[in-house]
């Protein structure tokens, strides 16, 4: 199995709604990532973990609050956005191999949250 | 801080033309350089990875080569189809896991 797997595949939700993104690979990686990609823009890096501990968070609101409940499962929860946070919600995962320059990401389809 | 472009934005080109996708990047201390393809609200695929230390990657109709010192890579893909339509984008990777990515370039090719 090498793929990764994200529900749901849409998602609207107003800016009082509570919601979670889930991500799940079952290819034995041991680092996962979040990214959000604005349209026609390239995905920029949210969260990073490694051995299911959250290794990087690059300077996100406390409205997302990423989870990892397990090797294989990432969670994204959203509470109190904003319509700026609309955009495709990417998840990856890669083989925690550090320093070695062998890291090749996998991604999944994405989640396209709409915030009204 | 790592800066990561993409030239050009967007190419339009006949099927069966051979093209070239230029990336640089501003500081060469990478661990490894990915091109990626995307297709309109999907995700990414990796097509490439250069690690530091070598020069080029080949797979199939695809070329990728690195330049560490002046901060380059080019993206070769021979005898485009339509089916290579999409946005290509590269990524450097300063240190483990952090993937930077360019703009991409969006590719069209005409039956």
């Known amino acids: 199995d090498t793929e990764v797997t994200q529900t749901p595949k849409h998602l609207v939700m107003g800016m009082t709604n509570k919601k979670s993104l889930k991500c799940e690979q079952h290819m034995g990686h041991r680092a996962m990532y979040w990214y959000k990609q604005k349209a026609k823009k390239p995905p920029e890096l949210m969260f990073v973990?490694?051995?299911?501990?959250?290794?990087i968070n690059e300077s996100v609101p406390s409205r997302f609050s990423p989870e990892c409940p397990n090797s294989s499962l990432l969670n994204l929860h959203l509470h109190a956005l904003q319509p700026e946070d609309s955009a495709l919600y990417l998840c990856?995962?890669?083989?925690?191999?550090?320093?070695?320059?062998?890291?090749?990401?996998?991604f999944g389809p994405g989640t396209r949250l709409l915030v009204l | 801080k790592q800066e990561v472009t993409q030239i050009p934005a967007a190419l339009s080109v006949p099927e069966g033309e051979n093209l070239v996708l230029n990336c640089s990047f501003t500081?060469?201390?990478?661990?490894?350089l990915q091109w990626f393809r995307q297709d309109p609200g999907k995700g990414l695929t990796s097509l490439l990875l250069?690690?530091?230390?070598?020069r080029e990657q080949t797979s199939g109709r695809l070329n990728a080569s690195l330049d560490k010192s002046s901060g380059r890579s080019t993206l070769y893909i021979a005898a485009s189809q339509p089916g290579d339509s999409a946005t290509y984008l590269c990524?450097?990777?300063?240190?483990?896991?952090?993937?930077?990515f360019g703009g991409g370039t969006r590719l069209m090719v005409k039956p």
């Open positions: 973990y490694s051995y299911e501990k959250l290794s």
């Open positions: 990524a450097v990777d300063p240190r483990s896991n952090m993937l930077t």
């Open positions: 990856a995962s890669s083989p925690y191999v550090t320093g070695t320059g062998l890291e090749t990401q996998y």
């Open positions: 500081d060469s201390a990478i661990y490894n």
């Open positions: 250069i690690q530091s230390s070598q």
